[in-house]
Each structure stands twice: as C-alpha cells, then as structure tokens.
C-alpha cells in the first residue's frame, strides 16, 4: 500500500480514538479555499493536496470529512475492494436534477438492472455494426469544411457525436435538433459549478431564482427532445436491437413512473456517450496540432493501412496509432477527470481508519500527469501506450473509463468510436490552433476546453510540400 508524503497524522478533537486520519489541511478548508483556489476549478485544489501530502490526504468542509486519493492501490481499494462500502458522492447526486435516477446516479440493485438491460447493445456483434454509422457521419462532415475556414472544432465534435450516439444507440435521426439540443446541453454545463455549489438546490430548483430559471428551461428543452424521440420509437413498434428498443421492452407500461425512469435512463447514456467522445476529439486536435511529429506518425498510419478508402470496424485493430494518440490524449485531458464515492460505514484505508460518512476523492486529470506513473508527464507521447509499455503500468494509473462495477459500459463503443472518427476526418483534414486562441481546460461534469477550440481547417493535399518535422520530437503540447 502506498504511504503518504508526511507524517503529520493527527486525530481531530472530538472523535473516537480508534479513527487515524491522514495529513492534510488542519483548519477548516471552506475558508482556506475561497481565498487560495478558484472554487470554478478544483483541480488547483487537487493538484495542492498531492504534492504537498502525497497519495492520501484529508481536509474537512464544514463538518464534513474528505478525503483525496493520488496512487492506484489506495483507488483499487475504493473502486473495487471495498466497492460495495461506497456510493455515488454528493456531486454526483446534484446531476440527478438533470439526470435523475439514470446509471451514473442509481445505486445497487437498481443501478445492476439498468446496466443489464443495457449491456447487449455494448456487446461486441452489435458495436461492430455501429461503425458504419459512424463513419457516414463523420465522411459527412468532412465534406462540409472548407480549406482555411476557420471552425470551433469543440462545437464540430459535440454535433458529430450527438448524432453518432443519436443513430447508433436509440436508432433515431436527430439532425434537425442537434442545435437545440447542444445549446441546451452547453447552457447546462455552464451552470454547473453554480448548482455544485448552491446549497440546497435540489430545492430551489422549485423557486427558480435566476439562475435555476435557466436551469429548469434548458432541462425541459432536453426533455422535450427525450420524450419525443422515445415517442416516435413506440410508434414504429420498432422491434431492433437498438439500446432504445431494449430499454422500452423492458418498460412496457406507460405509467408516469415507467415513463419518467425510461426518460432518466435514455438521458444519462445519451449525455455520457456523446459529451465525453467530444471532448477527447476535442482535445486530440489540439494535441496533434502542437506535436507535428506525432501528427505525422498519425497520418502516415491512416494513409498506409486505408489507401484512401473510408475505414470499417475491421480496421480498427490495425489502426494503432490512431488508438494510441487518442489514448495518450485522454491521459492528459480526461473526459472524466474526477470521480468520487461516499462510505456506508467506517473503513481502513491503508495504515488510515477513517469513519462512515467521509467522501472519497480521486482525480483521473492528477494521477495520469503524476511523474511516478508517466516520467515527463506533460509530454504527449503515444507511445506509453504500446502493448509492452501498458502491459508493464501498474493498474489505476490510468483509468479514464473508471474502474471496478462501475466501469463504463459504453467503453467499448466509446473507443472505436474515437478511432473511426479521427480517421476518417484526418484522411482528408489537418487542424491548425488559431494563432492566439487561448487553450484552458475548465472541469465541468467533464472536462471541456474553457474557451472551446478555434482551429483552421488545411487540406492534407496542400500541405505536403511543406512537411519539415521528420526529424522534430514530440514537444510539450499540455
């Protein structure tokens, strides 16, 4: 088990003697923080507490105890060990006034049903016939751009993968509403640090103060698209393998109940499954734009293996490269960059024993930029992850799909995804960063570009002539 940088474990006045808590902040940090870290970005926060306590690290919220996690034996331990000692945190909980109770926010036996149902449409056979459906659209949005247009690439990718996950997932064309939609969604997301912060919201959602207002209009915005998508499903007695027709046939009554979990549950998948693919597109372009040898690598994988021709789901395996800078990527900017569980009951962490109640932190965004794990973090080099170099990485030094029960169910489909996608718009496309464009992560309920990401579009065919990087190295692009 890993030890902590520090030793200065003290036990807080007033509690049992028998708990041994970690270092870490000795006041109050409810104060500490609004004066030393944005409370937009707890990232700053994060990255504090690991370099100056080490793995383990405990600070308190009013009454509360936290504790933040940064090594893999300490993440297994909550993530699957003790899995069933912890559920979802209170972050997590307040996306259930977006989601309600949907897979990422049920527990237990409802969560281990929803996931049942939903597993035959991630099973191998059925992701295999998605890939066509992603390659059309992606093909489609090639054709669109023009050379040297310049686009916001993070609002590109957000249309791309609603879509994809639109057809593929719940069989339905959603290309008339994906403007509503994504503006509803990104209206959302940027009310989100407030709602996380707004005590009592879940309650003065009902009140609607200005800020809530926006929320409650945007939410039904989502779900009147939800409903309606569900609705012309029914009415073609569609009979498919959709995820859509397995979750209606397993909720064959229209009760406001059945109807109102059916929603939650086509929401949260649909969400997941489209807003995190974005953003690590998103932030692959960005990555491949400041690393032109690595961007070279990229291309001349794509040109050797297709010969110019679109790609298909058997081509995949051979696309390594692709999988590898998507990967390498998604360490640096993780879609989901923190996650969190919150203990039942009283529990050993290490040499630490700490009481029922205390909220657990782990950050994906800070343990894959740990120097431990990936010497020279800050570089991007796809090739930590070869074969050889994943085969000799502890477990949990990179888990950007989660881990243990809860590890994502669209994983799968999530990756080849990525890999399809890329390929296909890289066939024909280069991406330049806008001179000037400023590039800041902002951590959402993912992690998107703060100011999205205004790029330039260059044909490949224009640019050969001017290729010079052979001999450049991958430089620092984080």
């Known amino acids: 088990m890993a030890t902590a940088a520090r030793n200065d474990v003290r036990e807080p006045a007033g509690r049992p003697a028998k708990y041994r808590f970690p270092p870490g902040f000795q006041r109050n940090l409810l104060w500490f923080a609004l004066r030393k870290f944005r409370p937009a970005n707890p990232i700053l926060l994060f990255q504090h507490l690991a370099r100056d306590y080490g793995d383990i690290a405990h600070y308190k919220i009013g009454w509360h105890h936290i504790v933040f996690l940064n090594h893999p034996d300490y993440i297994r331990e909550v993530l699957v060990v003790q899995n069933d000692n912890f559920i979802k945190e209170r972050t997590v909980q307040r996306t259930k006034m977006l989601l309600g109770e949907g897979m990422i926010t049920s527990e237990s036996a409802q969560h281990r049903t929803q996931r049942l149902v939903a597993q035959p449409a991630f099973h191998r056979q059925r992701i295999s016939e998605y890939a066509n459906t992603m390659v059309e659209e992606a093909a489609r949005m090639r054709d669109s751009w023009r050379d040297a247009e310049e686009r916001d690439i993070a609002i590109d990718m957000m249309h791309l993968t609603l879509n994809v996950v639109a057809q593929t997932l719940f069989a339905t064309d959603l290309r008339g509403e994906v403007d509503e939609l994504a503006d509803a969604i ?53 009979e498919g393998g959709s995820l859509l027709d397995l979750m209606l046939a397993a909720s064959p009554d229209k009760s406001a109940v059945s109807e109102q979990s059916l929603r939650d549950q086509v929401i949260t998948i649909f969400l997941a499954g489209y807003e995190t693919v974005a ?200």
């Not at 609607?208 to 989502?222: M, S």
């Open 279 to 478: 953003n690590a597109l998103s932030w692959t372009w960005y990555l491949l734009s400041q690393n032109p040898e690595c961007e070279r690598l990229f291309h001349e994988e794509i040109d050797r293996e297709l010969q110019g021709r679109l790609p298909t789901f058997n081509d995949v395996p051979r696309l390594r490269y692709v999988e590898m800078v998507l990967a390498e990527s998604m360490r640096l900017y993780p879609p989901a960059w923190a996650m969190g569980r919150y203990a039942r009951a009283d529990f050993q962490l290490g040499d630490f024993f700490l009481p029922a109640k205390t909220t657990v932190l782990m950050s994906q965004f800070v343990t894959h930029r740990d120097a431990r794990f990936f010497p020279d973090p800050l570089r991007f080099d796809p090739e930590r992850f070869t074969p050889e170099a994943r085969s000799r990485r502890t477990k949990l030094t990179y888990f950007p799909f989660g881990a243990g029960v809860r590890q994502c169910i669209g994983e799968s489909f999530a990756s080849m995804e990525g890999v399809l996608l890329l390929t296909t718009l890289a066939q024909k496309w280069k991406l330049r960063l806008v001179p000037g464009h400023r590039v800041e992560p902002e951590p959402l309920i993912t992690l998107r570009p703060k100011y999205g990401m205004r790029m330039q579009v260059e044909a490949r065919n224009q640019s050969k002539a001017s290729r010079s990087a052979d001999e450049q190295l991958c430089h620092r692009g984080a």
């Open 186 to 238: 990104n209206r959302i997301m940027g009310l989100y640090n407030f709602l996380v912060m707004l005590p009592a919201a879940e309650w003065l959602v009902h009140v609607r103060p200005p800020g809530l207002a926006a929320f409650v209009r945007a939410r039904k915005r989502i779900d009147a698209v939800v409903y309606r998508m569900i609705a012309a499903h029914r009415q073609r007695h569609s």
